[in-house]
């Protein structure tokens, strides 16, 4: 079956300027993630959708940075006003309900010139 | 603060070597534990995974791990490893919904 797929697979983009990363899970997981993954710095969560619960926002590095979950399916990451310090892999994984494994997409690279 | 430390930044080896790379975590209480790999231009993938019971688990491609409570380490094993094993490797406990991942180790294998 498909997997987790997000698009663009790469964003180039001016300082200054707002961009919208996507991710489309696996059918019928419940469960969203994003993170990003900077060079030298590991992979670092973002955010998290479970189901209609409200999400947990605790990694999001700024203001600048916001997440939506339409319809319990795709997902906008939306990064305003970007820096050079935002230019990272952006990966999204997604899970069922219960079960801990997480299936990541192959990423979106950014970056902020 | 909670976090995860993986000791190995970058491992070089010989195929047939043997390999372990160190992870340590700082949570108390019940703790779930993931290493994922990334292939060169592939995605993470889930490599294996405790959850409780023996605390020696085998994943895929030969590889292992040993949950040890009393040191909170969970060092991936592999008695002979191959130049397909090249790749980066990340330890991550499961706390509170979400993974949290170590800075990773980049292993090399030469032929």
């Known amino acids: 079956g498909a997997g987790v797929s997000q698009s663009p697979s790469n964003k180039v983009t001016e300082k200054g300027k707002d961009v919208e990363l996507r991710c489309d899970p696996i059918s019928g997981h419940t469960a969203l993630y994003w993170y990003r993954q900077s060079l030298g710095q590991g992979l670092e969560f973002l955010i998290y959708f479970q189901g209609n619960s409200a999400p947990d926002k605790s990694g999001l590095p700024s203001d600048r940075f916001s997440a939506e979950r339409t319809g319990g399916s795709v997902s906008t990451l939306t990064i305003q006003r970007t820096q050079q310090e935002d230019s990272a892999v952006y990966l999204c994984a997604s899970s069922l309900m219960g079960d801990d494994t997480q299936y990541f997409g192959p990423g979106t690279r950014l970056t902020v010139l | 603060a909670q976090s995860v430390s993986q000791h190995n930044h970058h491992v070089i080896l010989s195929e047939a070597a043997s390999l372990e790379l160190g992870c340590n975590y700082s949570y108390g209480g019940t703790v779930n534990l993931f290493w994922y790999v990334q292939y060169p231009g592939q995605h993470l993938q889930l490599l294996l995974k405790y959850f409780s019971g023996d605390p020696l688990v085998k994943g895929i491609k030969g590889f292992e791990a040993e949950f040890i409570k009393s040191k909170f380490s969970f060092n991936l094993r592999k008695p002979s490893v191959q130049w397909s094993d090249t790749a980066e490797y990340f330890c991550?406990?499961?706390?509170?919904?979400?993974?949290?991942f170590g800075t990773g180790t980049r292993l090399q294998v030469f032929p």
């Open positions: 991550a406990p499961w706390r509170t919904d979400k993974l949290i």
